[in-house]
């Protein structure tokens, strides 16, 4: 098995900045994709931010010039570093990882969750 646990939230003013941390661990042989998304209250989830293994990222337009993804393989932790903060981008931000446990197959995990805050 194989768990996503996420740090880093919390509650912040309109214009600040707060930094996730997304740790991998568990029967992990490769860890492919990892993700970023977001879920407000009464609205889908949305992907915010997406990297693959090799460095290449995409950004959701709302979120582009203000977030930055980056990951490190050796600790399989992906972050999200979140500037200029507004109240829309207050949601549960949740981690994501495509990973292979050794077999022909990679599979989708998911974190639990971590609320961000935007007070205006």
């Known amino acids: 098995q194989v768990q996503l646990v996420e740090s880093g939230g919390g509650l912040v003013q309109a214009g600040g900045s707060l930094r996730l941390s997304c740790a991998a661990s568990?029967?992990?042989?490769?860890?492919?994709?990892m993700a970023w998304y977001r879920q407000a209250p009464g609205k889908q989830r949305e992907l915010v931010a997406h990297?693959?293994?090799?460095?290449?990222?995409n950004y959701a337009d709302s979120v582009k010039g203000r977030f930055t993804i980056s990951r490190d393989n050796a600790k399989n932790t992906v972050y999200l570093e979140m500037n200029s903060l507004k109240p829309d981008d207050t949601a549960v931000y949740y981690c994501?990882?495509?990973?292979?446990?050794?077999?022909?197959?990679?599979?989708?995990?998911w974190g639990l969750g971590t609320q961000v805050t935007v007070s205006s």
């Open positions: 994501n990882a495509d990973v292979n446990t050794g077999t022909v197959y990679y599979t989708d995990y």
């Open positions: 568990g029967s992990i042989f490769v860890i492919n994709a």
């Open positions: 990297i693959t293994s090799g460095g290449n990222t």
